[in-house]
């Protein structure tokens, strides 16, 4: 990944990439008696997988997405593949060079959808990773992870953090309609409706925000509030699919 210094600077400040940014680089930094593995979970949209995305920019971290497809051959390729390495023939064998990469390189490794590797029962993978590198691991997960991964308790006890990605405060939702609205000024009082009809997720907000653009660019509009919006009888974005009307 190639770090784009002006977006980096725009988004850093929302909560849950500072969170994420803050753990890894905890990580990274930890004494050498300390265990280097950090969870950051929480709900689906909270965008937890753009903070991952900032942080492996941020500390030239390799970074791999996992499947619900993947076995721990898989995942082990995808790894490797990411550090540009040609994976060897066997799992033991490609476990033994994503470990020596980590260790000579010094560099971190975010593993985001973790569920599915608890799912494949393959956390002893990552365990063995860890334990062969000793390199900071980020994994990114879904609200339960932490409670899953009680059932590895060798690897659960080698946690440094467990940190909870939280739900998109105003400031965040002033910061993503700069981000993602650069052309169209949205009012604060229809951010704050945004902000609390999507109850902080970050990625329905990025959804309304596109919605509140593309509607007032439609009328040649550079700026809109909340009076504005709703005086064209429009309805902000929930999730939930419309009743059907006959």
Request: overall charge positive; proline content about 4%; glycine content about 6%.
């Amino acid at each position: 990944m190639t770090e784009n210094n002006n977006m980096g600077n725009t988004i850093a400040p929302l909560v849950n990439i500072s969170l994420c940014a803050t753990a890894l680089d905890r990580a990274m930094k930890r004494p050498s008696h300390l265990p280097g593995l950090v969870t950051f979970y929480g709900e689906s949209g909270l965008g937890k997988s753009f903070s991952a995305s900032y942080s492996a920019n941020r500390f030239r971290a390799y970074y791999v997405e996992c499947k619900s497809s993947w076995t721990r051959k898989a995942m082990l390729i995808a790894i490797l593949k990411s550090m540009g390495i040609v994976p060897a023939k066997n799992n033991a064998e490609m476990t033994d060079q994503v470990s020596e990469e980590l260790a000579l390189s010094g560099r971190p490794l975010i593993i985001d959808e973790m569920d599915y590797i608890v799912e494949k029962k393959a956390v002893e993978v990552i365990q063995d990773i860890y334990e062969g590198s000793n390199a900071a691991i980020l994994m990114i997960g879904e609200e339960k992870l932490p409670s899953k991964l009680k059932k590895w308790e060798r690897f659960h006890n080698r946690m440094l953090d467990w940190v909870p990605a939280q739900r998109a405060d105003l400031n965040d939702v002033d910061l993503l309609s700069k981000l993602y609205s650069p052309d169209v000024a949205i009012a604060q009082d229809l951010l704050d409706s945004i902000q609390k009809i999507n109850k902080g997720c970050v990625r329905r907000i990025c959804v309304n925000i596109e919605r509140v653009r593309a509607s007032a660019k439609a009328v040649g509009k550079t700026e809109i509030d909340l009076a504005t919006w709703a005086g064209g009888k429009r309805e902000l974005f929930t999730g939930e699919a419309p009743k059907r009307r006959f």
